[in-house]
């Protein structure tokens, strides 16, 4: 059987995969990029479309231990635990929770302060170079308060830590949240406003893009399944897929929420599951937004997505093969009604996806101590449209043996069994 020569290979064409490839591609390497679907067309494909340069807070905080039983009893939780999937899930819950403990959550939010704020200025040179500045607006990020206790809650917990990490954060008023989306209920009180977070026009089309011009640009794209992947004794790497092999110098693991196999037959456990989320999309909502709001209250976002509004949101721990539960995202809709009054849902349509997660909510990248030519960029939880860029550019980095810009000690893959 014929073996096509790459430099490197990247596994994975979701934003991550995309992003990688595309910087490995501006140091001269030849890449080969391979997934079985389209790019862009996992969990890439249906989200708010963020750039959240602001995301600095992890999911696991001091008081999360407290909200557990609720998020296995109660469906409605922002955050639910599937109860028929707990056995498997007792390993990551319980580091979970040990991530949930003060210094730990205070050193993973150290962590994200060193790639989140940073994410945009990273992307700008492959958005410039594939020509597609009008798929980004500088929008912000808008948060709605209706009532005073969820606002003081928000800004002396998450907004706390966010400034305290010098992330800009703006309140509002209800008049001058009013003037920004004018569509909002009049029952909003209290506005906070990211504004250094960015909006896709549509994370889906902005990662074909990007796609589109590495593949311009020389980059080869294999549409087809991995079936096997192995590291030699000089370390040449061989990837088998449905459509032939690649042998490359250097492998870049990129299959977010579907990485973990993967990261065990290249020798190293790691912690990653599926945290499932959904949207409903209202191709004629009837109403316009400007940017993304997300309801303190009921914490669900509400994102102008190709100018019509995608519901997005809830967080569910199951298994990554099991059956979606789409009346979680159905169960948004009068919720979405009450913030944006007139919103018709006719011709909706509901997505899921699997956000790559890990229980300290870092991703993890970087080299094998074994074999530094094999690189891991998965598990990039809630931000891992937010962090294309930056994930591109440390890997690059990594292949070049030029200095990393941040420390990737906190980000290693070996960290979770040793
Ligand atoms: C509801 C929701 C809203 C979100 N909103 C935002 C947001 O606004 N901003 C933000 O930054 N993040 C957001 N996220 C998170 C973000 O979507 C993910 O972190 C990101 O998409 C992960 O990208 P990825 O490239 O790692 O994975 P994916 O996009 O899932 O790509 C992995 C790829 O690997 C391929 N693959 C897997 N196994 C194989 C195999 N054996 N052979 C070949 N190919 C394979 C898959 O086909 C897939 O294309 C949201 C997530 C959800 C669910």
Not at 109 to 138: F, K, Q
Not at 309 to 326: D, F, K, N, S
Not at 394 to 412: M, Y
């Amino acid at each position: 059987m014929s073996v096509r020569k790459a430099d490197i290979v990247v596994l994975g064409a979701g934003v991550i995969g995309v992003c990688v490839a595309l910087y490995l591609q501006r140091d001269g390497h030849e890449v080969v990029l391979v997934d079985q679907d389209e790019p862009g067309n996992g969990c890439s494909f249906g989200n708010a479309g963020l750039i959240q340069c602001a995301s600095v807070v992890p999911v696991a905080t001091p008081g999360v231990a407290r909200a557990v039983p609720r998020m296995l009893l109660d469906k409605n939780q922002p955050l639910h635990i599937r109860w028929r999937h707990l056995p498997t899930l007792t390993p990551y819950l319980l580091r979970f929770l040990a991530e949930s403990r003060p210094d730990r959550a205070a050193r993973n939010a150290r962590a994200l302060s060193t790639i989140v704020p940073r994410a945009y200025d990273d992307y700008r040179p492959l958005i410039e170079a594939a020509g597609i500045s009008a798929m980004v607006r500088s929008t912000g990020e808008l948060h709605v308060f209706e009532t005073d206790a969820a606002f003081e809650a928000a800004r002396s917990g998450g907004f706390a830590i966010r400034r305290s990490h010098g992330v800009r954060v703006e309140e509002l008023d209800a008049a001058q949240v009013g003037e920004l989306e004018p569509a909002l209920t009049n029952t909003v009180r209290h506005g906070l406003f990211l504004p250094d977070c960015h909006q896709t026009v549509n994370p889906k089309s902005f990662v074909a893009a990007l796609a589109g011009h590495f593949i311009a640009n020389g980059g080869t794209f294999i549409q087809a399944r991995v079936e096997d992947v192995q590291v030699g004794p000089q370390g040449k790497v061989t990837v088998a897929t449905t459509n032939g092999a690649v042998g490359a110098d250097h492998i870049v693991l990129s299959f977010g929420a579907f990485s973990a196999p993967w990261a065990r037959r290249l020798g190293v456990r790691v912690q990653l599951d599926s945290e499932r989320g959904y949207h409903v999309m209202l191709p004629q909502p009837g109403v316009a937004l400007n940017r993304t709001v997300v309801s303190g209250e009921y914490k669900f976002a509400l994102a102008p997505i190709d100018g019509r509004v995608r519901i997005v949101g809830t967080a569910e721990l199951a298994r990554v093969g099991a059956p979606p539960a789409y009346e979680r995202a159905t169960r948004l809709i009068p919720l979405a009604r009450h913030i944006l009054p007139g919103l018709d849902d006719a011709g909706r349509t509901l997505w899921m996806g699997h956000r790559p997660s890990t229980p300290d909510s870092l991703p993890v990248l970087g080299q094998l101590p074994r074999h530094p030519n094999v690189i891991f960029a998965f598990g990039h939880n809630h931000s891992g449209l937010t962090l294309g860029g930056t994930t591109g550019r440390i890997v690059a980095d990594l292949v070049a043996s030029r200095p990393s810009v941040v420390d990737l000690s906190s980000f290693r893959p070996t960290r979770f069994y040793s």
